[in-house]
C-alpha cells in the first residue's frame, strides 16, 4: 500500500504560537489531501481538503484563518495552527488519496499539546 | 449522503477467542467500503477493503470481511485473535466514483484479554 508520513510526530508549545504539521505522500503523487482531528475517545473529524495549487476547503466550523493549509506540491501538504490554544490540543491526522486504488491512506498522526 | 454506524463501542474478548465487528451503512448508490485499524498513539491503517468482485475481503493479517448487499453490512470477523489485535477499527463508506471523502464509524475498540 501507499505510505503517508507526518511530522512531527508530536510537538508541545505554548499558547498563543504557531505550529507547523507536514503531511508527505512518499510513493505516489496526490493532488488532493485531507486533515482530520481526533478527539480522545472519538471518531475522525474531516477539517479540510488540502488540493494541489488551489486553495483548501474547509468543513463547516473549521476556521480557515486558524487553522492555515497550503499544498504546495503533489506530494506535501502543511497545516499550520496560528496562536495556538490549550482547546486546540488534539491529534491531528492527514491522508492522502491513491487513485488508482481508490482508497485514503493516512498518516502517523501528530499529537499536539498547547500549553 | 452516507452513513455508517457501528453498532458496539467497545467490544471485550479473550485470547484465541473469535470476534465481529459490526457496520452497518446507509446510501442510495453504490458504495466502496474500508476497515481501517488504530493502535493507541498511532494513525489510521488501511486493514481490507470492498470495492467490487468478491464480496468475501480478506486482510494479511486473517481479518475478514463480507459484503452484503442487502442487509446492507459490511462486518469484520477474525476466528481467532490475538492479543496485539487489541486496537480501535474503524468503519467507513464513499460512494463509489465519487468524493475520496469517506464516512466514518464512531469506532469499535476491541480489547483482547489473555
Known amino acids: 500500500g501507499a505510505v503517508v508520513s507526518q511530522h512531527p510526530s508530536r510537538v508541545i508549545c505554548k499558547s498563543g504560537t504557531s505550529v507547523k504539521i507536514e503531511c508527505r505522500s512518499l510513493?505516489?503523487?496526490?493532488?488532493?489531501m485531507f486533515w482530520y482531528r481526533q478527539f480522545p475517545k472519538k471518531s475522525l473529524m474531516l477539517m479540510a481538503t488540502?488540493?494541489?495549487?488551489?486553495?483548501?476547503?474547509?468543513e463547516q466550523g473549521v476556521e480557515k484563518d486558524k487553522f492555515l493549509i497550503n499544498h504546495a506540491s503533489l506530494t506535501l501538504s502543511t497545516l499550520t495552527v496560528t496562536s495556538a490554544h490549550p482547546e486546540d490540543s488534539s491529534f491531528y491526522i492527514c491522508?492522502?488519496?491513491?487513485?488508482?486504488?481508490?482508497?485514503?491512506?493516512f498518516g502517523p498522526g501528530t499529537r499536539l499539546l498547547v500549553l | 449522503a452516507q452513513s455508517v454506524t457501528q453498532l458496539d463501542s467497545q467490544v471485550p474478548v479473550f485470547e484465541e477467542a473469535p470476534v465481529e465487528l459490526r457496520c452497518n451503512y446507509s446510501s442510495s448508490v453504490s458504495v466502496y467500503l474500508f476497515w481501517y485499524v488504530q493502535y493507541p498513539n498511532q494513525g489510521l491503517q488501511l486493514l481490507l477493503k470492498?470495492?467490487?468482485?468478491?464480496?468475501l475481503v480478506e486482510s494479511i493479517n486473517g481479518f475478514e470481511a463480507e459484503f452484503n448487499k442487502s442487509q446492507t453490512s459490511f462486518h469484520l470477523r477474525k476466528p481467532s485473535v490475538h492479543i496485539s489485535d487489541t486496537a480501535e477499527y474503524f468503519c467507513?463508506?464513499?460512494?463509489?466514483?465519487?468524493?475520496?471523502?469517506?464516512?466514518f464509524g464512531r469506532g469499535t475498540s476491541l480489547i483482547v484479554h489473555p
Open positions: 467507513a463508506v464513499r460512494t463509489s466514483g465519487g468524493s475520496y471523502i469517506p464516512t
Open positions: 470492498y470495492l467490487s468482485g468478491s464480496t
Open positions: 510513493d505516489f503523487q496526490a493532488t488532493t
Open positions: 491522508s492522502a488519496g491513491q487513485l488508482a486504488e481508490e482508497t485514503q491512506y
Open positions: 488540502s488540493n494541489e495549487g488551489s486553495k483548501a476547503t474547509y
